[in-house]
C-alpha cells in the first residue's frame, strides 16, 4: 500500500521493487528498504505520504521497516503519522536531529483567544469574556464541542443563560 502511495506521484519509484516481493523468496526488509530509498531519491518528485492509524500496526517488521525508512529518508519524502500513541521509533533521536514535528492533543484543542474568535467573528455570537471562558472549560477547547455549543446558542435568545445551562447532553 505505501508503494502504491508513492507510485500515485511518480509511476517509476518502486516499478522493479513490486517484482521483487513476489514469492517464492521476497527480499529482507533491509534489501526493500534500500532499493526503495534509492528510488526515492531517484525521482524528482516531492512525496508526502501519510500513515493514519498507525497506532493499531503491531507488526515488528513494519515498525523495523519504517524506522530504516525514518533513519535514511530521502529530502523528498515527507513522511506524516497520526497515531493515538507514540510509535515505537527512536522519537529523542528524531527530535535532537530537528526531524520530528508532534502535534499532541493539547495542540488541536483551541485557547481563550481562538474561542473568541470562532464565537464572535465566524459565527456571529456576541458573547462576554466570562461566557467565552465557561464554553471553553465546558468543551475543553474541543472544536467539535465548541461547534455543537455554536449550534445551541445561534437560536437562543438569552445566551448568557444558554452558556450556563449548556452541557455535552445537549
Same mark, same amino acid.
Given at each position: *500500500?505505501?508503494? +502504491? @502511495? =508513492?507510485?500515485?506521484?511518480?509511476?517509476?519509484?518502486?516499478?522493479? #521493487? %513490486?517484482?521483487?516481493?513476489?514469492?517464492?523468496?521476497? $527480499?529482507?526488509?533491509?534489501? =526493500?528498504? =534500500?532499493?526503495?530509498?534509492?528510488?526515492?531519491?531517484?525521482?524528482?518528485?516531492?512525496?508526502?505520504?501519510? #500513515?493514519?492509524?498507525?497506532?493499531?500496526?503491531?507488526?515488528?517488521?513494519?515498525? @523495523?521497516? !519504517?524506522? *530504516? %525508512?525514518?533513519?535514511?529518508?530521502?529530502?523528498?519524502?515527507?513522511? =506524516?503519522?497520526?497515531?493515538?500513541?507514540?510509535?515505537?521509533?527512536?522519537?529523542?533521536?528524531?527530535?535532537?536531529?530537528?526531524?520530528? $514535528?508532534?502535534?499532541?492533543?493539547? &495542540?488541536?484543542?483551541? &485557547?481563550?483567544?481562538?474561542?473568541?474568535?470562532?464565537?464572535?467573528?465566524?459565527?456571529? #455570537?456576541?458573547?462576554?469574556?466570562?461566557?467565552?471562558?465557561?464554553? !471553553?472549560?465546558?468543551?475543553?477547547?474541543?472544536? +467539535?464541542?465548541?461547534? %455543537?455549543?455554536?449550534?445551541?446558542?445561534?437560536?437562543?435568545? &438569552?445566551?448568557?443563560?444558554?452558556?450556563?445551562?449548556?452541557?455535552?447532553?445537549?
Amino acid at each position: *500500500y505505501f508503494l +502504491a @502511495a =508513492i507510485q500515485h506521484i511518480d509511476p517509476h519509484v518502486g516499478a522493479q #521493487l %513490486l517484482e521483487m516481493l513476489q514469492p517464492p523468496r521476497p $527480499l529482507s526488509g533491509m534489501a =526493500i528498504g =534500500i532499493a526503495l530509498i534509492n528510488d526515492l531519491a531517484a525521482s524528482q518528485k516531492e512525496f508526502t505520504v501519510v #500513515l493514519d492509524d498507525y497506532h493499531v500496526i503491531e507488526a515488528q517488521p513494519v515498525h @523495523a521497516f !519504517l524506522e *530504516y %525508512l525514518v533513519d535514511h529518508m530521502p529530502g523528498n519524502l515527507h513522511l =506524516i503519522l497520526a497515531t493515538r500513541a507514540d510509535p515505537p521509533l527512536n522519537l529523542p533521536q528524531l527530535r535532537a536531529r530537528g526531524q520530528l $514535528l508532534e502535534l499532541r492533543a493539547a &495542540d488541536l484543542c483551541f &485557547d481563550l483567544a481562538g474561542v473568541k474568535t470562532y464565537y464572535q467573528e465566524f459565527l456571529g #455570537l456576541p458573547l462576554s469574556e466570562k461566557a467565552l471562558l465557561e464554553l !471553553l472549560q465546558k468543551t475543553e477547547g474541543w472544536v +467539535a464541542g465548541l461547534q %455543537l455549543a455554536g449550534l445551541m446558542l445561534q437560536n437562543q435568545p &438569552d445566551l448568557p443563560q444558554a452558556v450556563q445551562t449548556f452541557t455535552g447532553s445537549n
